[in-house]
Structures are given as C-alpha cells and as structure tokens.
C-alpha cells in the first residue's frame, strides 16, 4: 500500500480543531519541522499537543504558541520559549507536566495497549495528588495511565512507501512511541524509498503503525541553544 502524501499541507488537511496530536523530539532535534509548519500555515486551533518541549520562540512548537492555536501542552520541559512562560504564568494556556521517563512509559503503555502501571517517580509530590498509590517492597508508587492521542507528528531519516522508518541518532527519542500511541500517525521523511529499500532488520518503527508519509523538501536542523567554550 502506498502511504506517500504529497506533500505536508496535504498531510495535516485532516486534522480538526480541537484535536490531541503527538510531536516528536527532543529539544529541535528529530522535530516533525514541516508538519508543524503545516499545521500553523491551514490555522487549526484548539489543539492540546504532547511534546517533550515547547520548542523554542520561533521553530517548533512555538510559532503554534505564538498564534494561541494551543489549548493545552503535555510536556516534561517548557524552559526554552518565553512565550509559553508568559502564557502559563498568565493562566492562558493548560498545561501538565509529566516526569521524562514516566512521559516515555505512558505513551508506551497506550501503544502496548497496557492499562496503567506503578512507578515510584512523582510519589510524594504534587504530580502523585488524585492518584492511587501503593506500597510495593517498602516503597510507595503511584498508578500512572496510559497517553495517546488522535494524531502523532514523527520525523525519521529514512522511509519506505508503506510507512516503514527509521531514525538516525538522537532523532530516535520520543518518535518511536509516539508513532505506536495515537490513531493516526504522519511521518515525514529525509529520505524516501522504495519498498526493499531498507533492511528489515533496522526498520524501527514498522509501517503498520503509519497511515501517511511526506517526504520533506529540506530540513533547517537548528541549534536550540548555542554554547561556545571560552
């Protein structure tokens, strides 16, 4: 089966307002960079996005932030864009913030379809308050719930014409669960392939698991933060 979308305006033509949508990466690397784009240019608002991070001020989730098109952020670290810590301090924006490892495991969980599982991160904080808790070997753990989402947003290095992946480096981190814990799960692409053109045992996310896929034209790959050594 083909998978391959036209193009990224193409691909977010059917996402409406108000939908849930996975946005991989880590900081702007692995970032869905022209789905996102895509997705601010059509205007779709409402939205309650899980991602990482908040990206930064101009690239990635911010420009979404910017034109208040984000109802809702589920992410683990929001430091990088003074937009989004204005809209939070000024009570605009929603926003749940998640444990990195327990992010990861709650949307393994929804892709794994399992319904819940113990874990001692948060027990003790405000991030365990309304949950129910155990005492497990000595050790209070708190029951977490499984994350999905209608729509995922993941970037890889490579794809095939069925929606198989691969990821390159750090761009494999949050991409591989997100594309198993939504409904719908849009990949773009650096490079696209024939089907047999990547070798099967390094396909990491199997295209099962993509309804499309979008080749982008050209990637910025910014630095999130620059440092120089003195």
Known sequence: MNKVLANADEAVAVIPDGATIMMGGFGLCGIP???????HRRGTKDLTVISNNAGIDQFGVGPLLH??????????YVGENKEFERQFLAKEIEVELVPQGTFSERMRAAGAGIGGFFTPTGAGTLIAEGKESRVINGRTYILEAPLSADFAFVKAWKGDRTGNLVYRKTSRNFNPVMATAARHTIAEVEELVDPGGLDPDGVHTPGIFVKGIVQGPAYEKRIEKKVTRG
């Open 33 to 39: 960079e022209h789905l996102i784009a895509a997705l």
């Open 67 to 76: 034109s208040r098109r984000i109802r809702k952020m589920i992410a683990t």
